[in-house]
């Protein structure tokens, strides 16, 4: 079941007056890898995360913590512009912390930050390439599939224009749009597929913020979705069948991979990842065994593999790096359903892993 916002009745209200109050949506990542928020008024418009002060919230209720002891901490770390209330409204993304101070065990960002901090000399950009499915809640079933049988088979809906090929753009537009007025790094979308199917990227972004912006999108897509009335999934195989999974390709460089014979380090960072493979799956999404079959431009996600321009591989080099000989590596493994602080965490780790 959805409910459609009413977008003229609710504008009625939304163009009150604040009376100078300002409206923070405090977001966090709870225990299922999703996202919860509550509001808090504040006298002022805060000008970075710092400035907002910290709030608990009932983590019993959001598989954190057992009742007798439920209070959460939540840290607000990144700010940006709120576009459904507009005004000088912000939303601000939160870490989560324990009573006693201590991360969160669901906190990845906290770790992240650390590995981020460690390695900032190295200048690590990152491009998340977000797939995502848009579901109708009525059947169940992807938005704009038959209530009954399937759509035409693949193949004409990767970045698709016109009727019968692309089902959702008012939704894909009104995303993008909401991110550009947050301050969210999003640099495009596409169509993608599976019908129904698609993605946006995120970056470059440098260091812990790849995580930040990431999340911000998510947010923003949940709830622009929320105002159509359709849901959202990043399950990394939503159907099961001959159609294409959903991944979170995550592109990587630093600074020395950027400049002249920069091919050199991205061949070593993939060295030094291919002796952690089973490590870096076991961060890269549930259920990714779905997806990482060796079909659909996936590789397997029993064995590591590298090439120029190969989509199958576990990490691609793009032609025009491998031409250029310097830019950046995308990980495809990744799945769509990723913590993105746990896996940039990782490529940076094992970038510099020690070699002996």
């Known amino acids: 079941m959805s409910v459609v916002s009413n977008a003229k009745l609710l504008e009625k209200y939304l163009s009150l007056d604040q009376r100078g109050a ?11 890898n999703n996202l919860r928020t509550k509001t808090k008024t504040v006298n002022k418009v805060p000008q970075s995360a710092a400035e907002l ?16 002891d439920s209070d959460v901490l939540i840290q607000p770390v990144a700010l940006f512009n709120d576009p459904f209330r507009g005004g000088d409204n912000k939303f601000v993304l939160c870490e989560t912390f324990n009573p006693d101070g201590t991360p969160h065990k669901t906190n990845y960002r906290h770790a992240a930050k650390k590995i981020m901090d460690t390695y900032a000399d190295s200048k690590p950009w990152f491009g998340l390439e977000q797939e995502y499915m848009l579901i109708d809640p009525e059947t169940e079933k992807p938005y704009g599939w038959p209530k009954h049988g ?14 019968g090929k692309v089902f959702g753009r008012d939704i894909i537009e009104a995303h993008y749009r909401a991110c550009l007025y947050a301050g969210v790094n999003i640099s495009g979308v596409n169509t993608e597929v599976a019908p129904g199917q698609f993605e946006y990227q995120v ?33 990394p195989k ?16 630093t600074e020395e991979m950027r400049q002249e014979g920069g091919i050199v380090a991205i061949e070593k960072a993939i060295k030094n990842m291919a002796k952690r493979h089973m490590e870096h799956i076991a961060v890269y999404g549930e259920d990714n065994d779905q997806r990482l079959t060796g079909k659909h431009e996936t590789g397997r996600i ?46 940076v780790e094992s970038t510099f892993f020690p070699e002996n």
């Open 22 to 32: 300002v409206q923070v949506e405090y977001v966090w990542i709870d225990g299922f």
């Open 53 to 68: 002060s910290e709030w608990n919230y009932d983590g019993s209720s959001t598989g954190q913590a057992e009742g007798h």
């Open 150 to 163: 399937f759509p035409e088979a693949q193949g004409k809906y990767y970045c698709g224009v016109g009727a």
């Open 203 to 235: 970056g470059p972004c440098v260091g812990i913020d790849g995580g930040d912006h990431l999340w911000a999108a998510r947010y923003l897509m949940e709830r622009v979705a929320e105002d159509f009335g359709i849901a959202v999934t990043i399950h």
């Open 238 to 253: 939503p159907v099961k069948g001959d159609w294409n999974g959903a991944g979170c390709h995550t592109n990587f460089s």
């Open 302 to 347: 029993d064995t590591f593999n590298y090439g120029v321009a190969n989509r199958g591989a576990s990490i691609r080099i793009p032609r025009h790096v491998g031409k250029e000989g310097k830019g950046y590596l995308e990980d495809r493994r990744p799945a769509s359903n990723i913590d993105p602080y746990r896996v940039c965490g990782i490529i």
